[in-house]
Structures are given as C-alpha cells and as structure tokens.
C-alpha cells in the first residue's frame, strides 16, 4: 500500500478530535509536482519549506497538549486505583460500577498513549518520504539536514509517552486483581463487558501497533532516516490469526 493511502487509513481510522493533526501530505506532494527541476527556486518551492516548517510546529503544539494530559490523566487514575483498593467492598454494586468504569478508563489511556506514539512515528515517515521525493525532483539534499531537525523536535521525542504506557501497565496489575475479586461476587457478573474498552479505540490501537511495526520493516526509509526501536511490549493479540496481515508500506 503506499504510504499516502495508508496515511489517509490512519486519518480515516483515528480518535475524531486528532484528524486535522496530521500531515497535509497531499498538499505538500502537489507543491513538489509544481516544483521544475531546473528551476526550482520558485514560489512552488517556497511554499513547501514553508508548509513543512508550518507542519512540524502543529505536530509539536499537538504533542505537547497530549503529553500534559497525559501525565495529568496518569496522576488522577493513579489516585482512583489508591482509593478503590483503600475501599474494597466487593459486594458493593456502586463499588462494582466504580471498579468497571477505571478498569475500562485505564484500558482507553492505555490505547490512547499507543495512539500518540504512532502519530509521531507516521509523521516523522510522512516527512521523511515527502522529502526524498522533493531531493529526487530537485537534484537538492533538503532531505537529511531537515531531517537532523525533525529529530531534535518535541514530537519525535517519545520517551516520555513510552514511560507512562510502561506505568500505565503497571497500574493494571492492582486494578484487575481487585477486579478478579469482584467478579466473583454474584451481582457482578456483567461487569466484563462494562469493563471492556471502547471498541474504536481498542481497533485503533491494534491498527497503530501494526502500523508501527511495519514503519520499522525496511522501507524505502530505512537506514539513516529509520525509526528507532519499537520500545513497547510485544502484544499477543496482534499474533492472532483473525487478524489481517500487514500490508507493506511503500
């Protein structure tokens, strides 16, 4: 699949509220199709540069919103999963709904988390493709320098987000022991399918993680223009057969 239909799949797949963040990659390859290869100092080419510097500042004002809160989002589940185990009363029915609700919350951050970090690795691939195609139109090498700056930007920083899906899972272990126990209370037995996480995000999820596997298998990208490591655990449900195989990026 190439890369633009696959970008427009993610944009068509993602959380509502994140469709506008992502890169105008067809407006930046209509500017280099307009951009002469023995002329290219023209308003074409301006208007790309700009465009790109344009792009980079709205992935990283994006970045930096969702990181806070993030981190604020962390904190408040952290408090939650305290309080609930401090309470305990499994045969509580308002325990029960609470314990399901932030078992399903933690479940959604936890996507959401993923979510982000596929955002920044498809954009940093967009950029990166959009400019080997604007070195190969032009005969220039915009490619790497511009590059060298990308990685020095806030988006493509995911340290941070990788630390929090790490804590995130951690916090899982308590919640869903203290969920176990629940559970064996006979009125609640429906809370598994209140305590599943929303459908579309936990798709969305599954879709990302394959995605970013798939960035990492040697595209035309690959080498110095790679993206690092896929610092995430590896998951079983992404080995199950009812799922499809990735198709290739090209």
């Given at each position: 699949?190439?890369?633009?239909?696959?970008?427009?799949k993610?944009?068509?797949?993602?959380?509502?509220?994140w469709?506008d963040?992502?890169?105008?990659?067809k407006?930046?390859?209509?500017?280099?199709?307009?951009?002469s290869a023995a002329?290219p100092?023209?308003?074409?080419?301006?208007q790309?540069?700009e465009l790109?510097?344009?792009?980079?500042?709205?992935?990283?004002?994006?970045?930096?919103e969702?990181?806070?809160?993030?981190?604020?989002?962390?904190?408040e589940?952290?408090?939650?999963i305290?309080?609930?185990?401090?309470?305990?009363?499994?045969s509580?029915a308002?325990y029960?709904?609470e314990?399901a609700?932030t078992?399903?919350d933690?479940?959604n951050f936890?996507g959401?988390?993923?979510?982000?970090?596929?955002?920044?690795n498809?954009?940093?691939?967009g950029?990166a493709?959009?400019?080997?195609?604007?070195?190969?139109?032009t005969?220039r090498?915009?490619?790497?320098?511009?590059i060298?700056i990308?990685?020095k930007?806030?988006?493509?920083t995911?340290?941070?987000?990788?630390?929090?899906?790490?804590k995130?899972?951690?916090?899982?272990?308590?919640?869903?022991?203290?969920?176990?126990?629940?559970?064996d209370?006979?009125?609640?037995?429906e809370m598994?399918?209140a305590?599943?996480?929303?459908?579309s995000i936990?798709k969305?999820t599954?879709?990302?993680?394959v995605?970013?596997?798939?960035?990492?298998?040697?595209?035309?990208?690959?080498?110095?223009?790679?993206?690092p490591?896929?610092?995430?655990?590896?998951?079983d449900f992404?080995?199950?057969?009812?799922?499809?195989?990735p198709i290739?990026?090209?």
């Amino acid at each position: 699949m190439k890369f633009g239909k696959r970008l427009k799949k993610q944009i068509d797949d993602t959380i509502p509220e994140w469709k506008d963040k992502f890169l105008s990659y067809k407006n930046l390859k209509k500017l280099v199709r307009f951009i002469s290869a023995a002329h290219p100092s023209t308003k074409a080419e301006a208007q790309f540069v700009e465009l790109l510097n344009s792009e980079i500042e709205k992935f990283n004002s994006f970045f930096i919103e969702q990181e806070e809160e993030f981190i604020i989002r962390q904190r408040e589940l952290q408090d939650r999963i305290e309080k609930l185990g401090e309470r305990f009363e499994p045969s509580d029915a308002e325990y029960a709904a609470e314990m399901a609700q932030t078992r399903k919350d933690i479940v959604n951050f936890h996507g959401e988390m993923v979510l982000l970090i596929n955002y920044s690795n498809v954009n940093y691939t967009g950029l990166a493709k959009i400019l080997k195609k604007y070195d190969k139109r032009t005969g220039r090498l915009l490619r790497l320098p511009f590059i060298e700056i990308v990685l020095k930007q806030p988006f493509f920083t995911t340290e941070l987000i990788s630390k929090l899906v790490k804590k995130c899972e951690t916090m899982m272990d308590p919640i869903f022991s203290l969920a176990s126990a629940v559970e064996d209370q006979a009125e609640t037995k429906e809370m598994d399918s209140a305590a599943i996480a929303e459908p579309s995000i936990f798709k969305n999820t599954v879709a990302a993680l394959v995605t970013m596997q798939e960035l990492r298998k040697g595209s035309s990208t690959y080498g110095h223009f790679s993206l690092p490591p896929l610092n995430l655990p590896e998951f079983d449900f992404l080995q199950s057969p009812s799922l499809p195989s990735p198709i290739p990026i090209q």
